[in-house]
Each structure stands twice: as structure tokens, then as C-alpha cells.
């Protein structure tokens, strides 16, 4: 059925809203990950977002707000950024939108019984995959930390909703160390890192190997022969190879987690590696608002570079409008719009909710111009693009079904 401009934005709000979501990019376990599986109210007031914008809002420091418990440390949140102060921004609107899609009224009551309320409602990941309409996600899983690495020894988990990806920062922050421990676990002690690779690879079934960098590490992947070894063997496996670009770690160290800031990247070196590497295939996102125009022009350049996401930083309402046009303005739907990057299982309700806010009104205005220009546009046009941006665009560049 061919739409017309009444019925057009109705009909593309329903098939955004039905549309399973794949998510790209995420630090989330399943349940059964122990330790660090994170669910409720309470971890997500402890987001590393939120305790950057309170250690800057207030005179509380740092050392003293991390010696404290976990129920502490979430009620001094609420009380200083939702209680004193005015939850606007968009780390606080998103515990505001969760609690809104539970129906949890805030009015005159207590965080401690915001807090029953909240476990009462939400009990366990199935429950935000079905509220989230989030049907699989990739983990964000390090092979160099043993102990995360354990979900692995295990199967009573489900592998078809949650995906492995390898994270190999470690690699840059700590070689030695590192090298290390991928001998322990290899006999053979030739070429040991892509041997470790492989075994990882073996156990875990990953979709990509990821890491990330800035302007003096980037370099390292450009002229190092590990690196290259690395890159062979991604391309031997079909992986991409995901750059997250332009993080400088530890400005500011006291915050621990919420410490990490913007580094510089230098994109032309990004394009040597798309030329000098033309069978691999690199993800990339980058946390700059500078980066962002040159990024959208690398990515009409080279097929085997593929834009995603709004990474931390840039995940911001004012800035994905912005940026969001840019890319369809030149890329048309040719990118991955977006990841959630979450890290407590509830945040997949919010931060897909707040893209899908932005995601309608832009898309709207691309479909009534067509429209205008008497191009028919029609549901199953409405749903094809749709699928694309919110899962087959991701699947297809990963090569999954
Ligand atoms: O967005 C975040 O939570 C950051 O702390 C980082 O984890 C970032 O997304 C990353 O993957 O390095
Ligand atoms: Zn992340």
C-alpha cells in the first residue's frame, strides 16, 4: 500500500516501535555471569556517567564517594542530582524514562522505596529484552581477563540473544603483561597472541574484535607486526575489526571509571589502514564531534569502513539530530545508526527509547520529501529501512543471520 503524508508518520512510528533491535555494542552478561551481570535501580544510579556529573556537580570527593556501598553511593546520587538539583541531563532523563515506562511515580517518596518498587517490577533480563525490543546484543568480552573470560567454561547461558566480541585494549595498555598471560594459556609459543586468538575464537564464537584508540596508539596498529599478524588472521576469520577512536584514559585519574576523557585521532591514518588492509573490514565510531564530518567522507571512500553508533560522549540528543542528517545526507542508510553501549541490563529501555525519539521526526522529514517529489514510498519500503537500521545493516556487515 502506497502512504500518503496524513498517514505516513503513524505508520513509521509502529514499525520503529515493532522492529527487533540488534545492539551492536554493549558491556552487558548474561544472568548467570556472576559479578557482572548488573540489573535494578541501584546500578544504574551507579552508572559512571552519573557519578562524573555528581563528582563535578558537588564537593564530594572521589575517594570518599568510592569507599562507600553500593546503596550509598546510589542514594547520594539520587539525592544530589533528582533531588536538589534538576535531573535534565540526558544521563539523568534516562533513570527518568525507565522509571516512567514502570509506571514508578516519584512524588514524595523515599529512594529506598523508589527502590522496592522498582525490584519488584523488573526481575530479570527478559524482562528488559521484551520492554527494550532488543533481541540479541554483543558483549564486550576482555580474553585477557580471566575471570570475565569464565562465561565461557560455561553453556547455561543464552548465546543466541548474547554475542561475543573479543576486546583487545589490553593489548595496548599493558603488552607485557599481557603477553604474558596469553602464554600460560597457549603451548605453542610461537606467534602466541594470534595463537591465544585463535583458541578464544574457538571458545567464544565472537562477531568482531574491538578496541580502542587515540592519535599515539593508533600508530601502534598501523607499524607493529603483532598487529598485522592480528589483522591477518581477522581477515582469515571474516571478523571487522571495530576502532573506537579518539579516547584519552584517565584524565582525570581520582574518578577511576568515570575519569576517561577525549583524546585527539588523526582520521587520515585511519584511511591508510582501510588501504593498506582492503580485505578487512573496520567498524568505527568516534567520540569527537570534530571527527565526525571527516569520518562520514572516509566512510563514502572506503567500502570496508562502516560508521556506527553515537559513542558516550556523542550520545547526546542535541548531537545525534545533527550528526544523524549528516550521515544520511551523505551516506543515505548506509551506516549503523546506533548502539547502546549499556552496561546495566535496564539501560537498553532508555537509551533505545531516546534514539527512536530522535529517530522518527528525521526519518519522517526524508519520507515526506520523497513523497513531495512524488516518489511512492510504501510500507514494506517503511519496513525494509527500518530493519536495516535498527538490525540488518549491523548483521549483514558481521555476516550473521
Ligand atoms: O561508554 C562507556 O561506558 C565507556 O566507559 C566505555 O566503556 C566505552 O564505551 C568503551 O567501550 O570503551
Ligand atoms: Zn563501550
Same mark, same amino acid.
Given at each position: 500500500? +502506497?502512504l500518503?503524508?496524513?498517514?505516513?508518520?503513524?505508520?513509521?512510528?509502529?514499525? +520503529?516501535?515493532?522492529?527487533?533491535?540488534?545492539?551492536?555494542?554493549?558491556?552487558?552478561?548474561?544472568?548467570?555471569?556472576?559479578?557482572?551481570?548488573?540489573? *535494578?535501580?541501584?546500578?544504574?544510579?551507579?552508572?559512571?556517567?552519573?557519578?562524573?556529573?555528581?563528582?563535578? =556537580?558537588?564537593?564530594?570527593?572521589?575517594?570518599?564517594?568510592?569507599?562507600?556501598?553500593?546503596?550509598?553511593?546510589?542514594?547520594?546520587?539520587?539525592?544530589e542530582?533528582?533531588?536538589?538539583?534538576?535531573? !535534565?541531563?540526558?544521563?539523568?532523563s534516562?533513570?527518568?524514562?525507565?522509571?516512567?515506562?514502570?509506571?514508578?511515580?516519584?512524588?514524595?517518596?523515599?529512594f529506598?522505596?523508589?527502590?522496592?518498587?522498582?525490584?519488584?517490577?523488573?526481575?530479570s533480563? /527478559?524482562?528488559?529484552?521484551?520492554?527494550?525490543?532488543?533481541?540479541?546484543? !554483543?558483549?564486550?568480552?576482555?580474553?585477557?581477563?580471566?575471570?570475565?573470560?569464565?562465561?565461557?567454561?560455561?553453556?547455561?547461558?543464552?548465546k543466541?540473544?548474547y554475542? =561475543?566480541?573479543?576486546?583487545?585494549?589490553?593489548?595496548?595498555?599493558?603488552?607485557?603483561?599481557t603477553?604474558? #598471560?596469553? #602464554?600460560?594459556?597457549?603451548?605453542?609459543?610461537?606467534?602466541?597472541? !594470534?595463537?591465544?586468538?585463535? #583458541?578464544?575464537?574457538?571458545?567464544?564464537?565472537?562477531?568482531?574484535?574491538? +578496541?580502542s584508540?587515540?592519535?599515539?596508539?593508533?600508530?601502534?596498529?598501523?607499524?607493529?607486526?603483532?598487529? @598485522?599478524?592480528?589483522?591477518?588472521?581477522?581477515?582469515? #576469520?571474516?571478523?571487522?575489526?571495530?576502532?573506537?577512536?579518539?579516547?584519552?584514559?584517565?584524565?582525570?585519574?581520582?574518578?577511576?571509571?568515570?575519569g576517561?576523557g577525549?583524546?585527539?585521532?588523526?582520521?587520515?591514518?585511519?584511511?591508510?589502514?582501510?588501504?593498506?588492509?582492503?580485505?578487512?573490514?573496520?567498524?568505527?565510531?568516534?567520540?569527537?564531534?570534530?571527527? $565526525?564530518?571527516?569520518?562520514? !567522507?572516509?566512510a563514502?571512500?572506503?567500502?570496508?569502513? @562502516?560508521?556506527?553508533?553515537f559513542?558516550?560522549?556523542?550520545? $547526546?540528543?542535541? +548531537?545525534?539530530?545533527?550528526?544523524?542528517?549528516?550521515?544520511?545526507?551523505?551516506?543515505?542508510?548506509?551506516?549503523?545508526?546506533?548502539?547502546?553501549?549499556? @552496561?546495566?541490563?535496564?539501560?537498553?529501555?532508555?537509551?533505545?527509547?531516546?534514539?527512536?525519539?530522535?529517530?522518527?521526526?528525521?526519518?519522517?522529514?526524508?519520507? $515526506?520529501?520523497?513523497?513531495d517529489?512524488?516518489?511512492?514510498?510504501?510500507?514494506?519500503?517503511? $519496513?525494509?529501512?527500518?530493519n536495516?537500521?535498527?538490525? *540488518?545493516?549491523? /548483521?549483514?556487515?558481521?555476516?550473521?543471520t
Open positions: 500500500m +502506497i500518503s503524508s496524513d498517514n505516513i508518520s503513524k505508520k513509521l512510528l509502529n514499525i +520503529i516501535d515493532s522492529t527487533p533491535i540488534f545492539d551492536l555494542h554493549t558491556h552487558l552478561f548474561p544472568p548467570k555471569h556472576e559479578g557482572y551481570f548488573l540489573l *535494578g535501580f541501584k546500578n544504574l544510579l551507579n552508572y559512571h556517567y552519573l557519578i562524573a556529573e555528581l563528582l563535578t =556537580a558537588t564537593n564530594i570527593d572521589a575517594s570518599t564517594f568510592y569507599s562507600f556501598n553500593d546503596e550509598k553511593k546510589a542514594s547520594l546520587i539520587w539525592n542530582l533528582f533531588e536538589k538539583r534538576t535531573p !535534565v541531563s540526558e544521563a539523568c534516562g533513570v527518568l524514562s525507565i522509571l516512567k515506562e514502570l509506571n514508578i511515580e516519584i512524588n514524595n517518596k523515599s529506598l522505596s523508589i527502590c522496592d518498587e522498582y525490584d519488584r517490577k523488573i526481575q533480563d /527478559k524482562n528488559i529484552l521484551d520492554l527494550s525490543n532488543v533481541s540479541s546484543l !554483543v558483549m564486550t568480552n576482555n580474553p585477557f581477563d580471566l575471570d570475565e573470560w569464565s562465561l565461557f567454561n560455561t553453556n547455561d547461558w543464552d543466541k540473544i554475542l =561475543a566480541s573479543l576486546r583487545l585494549d589490553d593489548l595496548i595498555l599493558d603488552y607485557d603483561e603477553l604474558k #598471560k596469553a #602464554k600460560d594459556q597457549t603451548s605453542n609459543q610461537e606467534n602466541t597472541i !594470534v595463537n591465544y586468538l585463535e #583458541k578464544c575464537y574457538s571458545q567464544s564464537n565472537p562477531v568482531y574484535a574491538a +578496541i584508540l587515540n592519535l599515539e596508539t593508533f600508530n601502534t596498529i598501523l607499524e607493529d607486526s603483532m598487529w @598485522r599478524d592480528i589483522l591477518v588472521w581477522l581477515e582469515s #576469520k571474516k571478523l571487522p575489526l571495530s576502532l573506537m577512536l579518539g579516547v584519552k584514559r584517565a584524565v582525570n585519574k581520582d574518578f577511576g571509571l568515570a576517561d577525549i583524546g585527539e585521532i588523526n582520521l587520515k591514518e585511519l584511511s591508510n589502514l582501510c588501504n593498506s588492509f582492503p580485505k578487512n573490514k573496520f567498524l568505527v565510531t568516534c567520540l569527537s564531534l570534530n571527527d $565526525q564530518h571527516e569520518l562520514t !567522507v572516509l563514502r571512500k572506503h567500502p570496508n569502513l @562502516r560508521i556506527f553508533g559513542w558516550w560522549f556523542m550520545n $547526546q540528543p542535541t +548531537i545525534i539530530k545533527q550528526i544523524l542528517k549528516m550521515r544520511i545526507d551523505m551516506l543515505g542508510f548506509s551506516f549503523i545508526p546506533q548502539h547502546s553501549d549499556a @552496561r546495566v541490563s535496564d539501560q537498553l529501555i532508555y537509551k533505545w527509547n531516546h534514539f527512536k525519539k530522535i529517530l522518527h521526526p528525521i526519518l519522517l522529514e526524508y519520507y $515526506q520529501d520523497l513523497l517529489k512524488n516518489f511512492p514510498i510504501s510500507e514494506n519500503i517503511l $519496513q525494509r529501512d527500518i536495516n537500521l535498527l538490525s *540488518g545493516n549491523a /548483521k549483514n556487515y558481521l555476516g550473521i
